[in-house]
């Protein structure tokens, strides 16, 4: 019993640390990308069109991941969850990093942007085999009743990167002059992510296999080509879990990007201001993932928790605009609510997803559906939403946000007969 206690802790804390490095990872490109890749990376044209390009390099990432889900899940699903997550991890770090020596525009010329979106490129796909494998670490490690809050240990990741990203930035805003940070200051992040992949490295080289994917193996070998299985007789799970996954990627982009481009260069508000009030907020999130997950074990289940956070999303989306106006207070309440109803979108994905296929295909499986889903609701979300909000202001956006919560939650609705 200890030696399996003791493996479900490792488990757990690879699966922890993998997603905290992926979501520092993104999140300091999807935070740099909103303060100043805009105004050093294009031509300085209009500022709301530059901060629109500047957006439209993260969607790079998103259309990468599948592509990357697709070679990550196949030998995941092959050869074993540990060599696939070792390698995605090493793929994302490196071409995070890397983004740290880039050029300006006004140094390079076009050749700036084209290798910003190469390395955003080789981010998403690593990325594409970055949580699907986490989330089956987790999940084909938990004890009966435990599938939920174990699969909640890489969505806990989400806030933890969001805080190491959010304060480090923080913590510059207050270090440094807006010039300093603009000139040089935004590429700290990006070189520290480094050290936290070496860590990340360290911890899940210590991995064995999942007992569920030594079960899987010792009934039958592998398929040859894990993403024709899945095609062929899942794509029903395939469609019904992508849409339902497609919430959780419009709020968090929506909640973090765009409102902090938005809150910081058309409401006023100064960036220590608000990624302060941001990273408070993130706790919320946290909360809400662990009480979803926690309701989907023992109360409900995942399916159920998830729609209900569909609601609770849909119905946010009409308070984006009087409350973003009102001042900090109302800056802070909107995003702590947002950030909550997150949370039960987004937490029982760690258990929902990987439950709605076989352990044959799972990490192709899983992998295709978040990542997918991540290009529907979140490739291009600020860019829409700065779309949105430059033609009638966070009103729009409110209602965009409302039809992702609506458009998941026919989705859940339709996978009923799962449960």
């Known amino acids: 019993m200890s030696e399996d206690r003791a493996r479900q802790r490792r488990a757990l804390w690879a699966s922890f640390v993998g997603t905290g490095i992926e979501f520092y990872d993104f999140y300091i490109y999807a935070t740099a990308a909103s303060l100043v890749f805009g105004q050093i990376f294009f031509p300085k044209t209009d500022p709301g069109v530059a901060q ?4 439209a390099t993260l969607a790079v990432a998103f259309f990468a991941r ?3 889900a697709a070679v990550f899940g196949h030998y995941g699903d092959r050869i074993g969850r540990k060599a696939t997550l070792v390698a995605s991890l090493l793929t994302m770090g490196l071409s995070t990093t890397l983004v740290a020596f880039l050029p300006t525009y006004e140094t390079a010329g076009w050749i700036a942007p084209f290798a910003l979106c190469v390395l955003r490129f080789g981010q998403g796909f690593g990325l594409g085999g970055e949580w699907g494998g986490a989330a089956l670490l987790a999940v084909e490690n938990a004890p009966p009743g435990w599938r939920a809050r174990f699969g909640s240990a890489p969505q806990m990741g989400a806030p933890a990167g969001f ?3 959010n304060g480090l930035f923080l913590l510059l805003g207050v270090l440094m002059t807006p010039e300093q940070f603009a000139d040089w200051g935004w590429r700290v992040p990006f070189i520290l992510s480094a050290a936290l992949v070496a860590v990340g490295l ?15 193996l010792a009934e039958a070998p592998p398929p040859k080509v894990p993403l024709g299985d899945v095609l062929r007789h899942h794509s029903g799970a395939l469609l019904g879990g992508t849409i339902g996954a497609v919430c959780c990627f419009a709020v968090y982009y929506i909640a973090t990007a765009f409102l902090l481009g938005w809150g910081t260069k058309s409401l006023g508000y100064s960036m220590r201001d608000f990624l302060g009030v941001q990273l408070i907020a993130i706790l919320f999130m946290a909360a809400g993932i662990y009480l979803a997950a926690w309701l989907a074990d023992a109360k409900f289940d995942p399916r159920r928790v998830l729609a209900g956070g569909c609601v609770l999303v849909a119905a946010s989306g009409f308070a984006i605009a009087p409350l973003m106006g009102a001042g900090l207070a109302g800056v802070f309440a909107f995003l702590a609510l947002l950030l909550f109803a997150m949370g039960f979108v987004y937490g029982p994905l760690g258990a929902w997803l990987p439950g709605l296929f076989p352990p044959r295909v799972r990490y192709t499986g899983a992998s295709m559906t978040f990542n997918i889903a991540g290009v529907i609701g979140g490739g291009l979300t600020p860019l829409i939403a700065q779309a949105l909000a430059l033609q009638g202001g966070l009103a729009p956006v409110g209602w965009y946000l409302s039809a992702a919560g609506l458009l998941s939650l026919v989705a859940l609705l339709a996978l009923r007969e799962k449960d």
């Open 163 to 165: 805080i190491a990203a």
């Open 66 to 68: 599948p592509v990357g």
């Open 52 to 55: 629109m390009a500047a957006f």
């Open 202 to 216: 360290w911890v899940r080289l210590k991995l064995g296999e999942t007992p569920e994917f030594k079960a899987s």
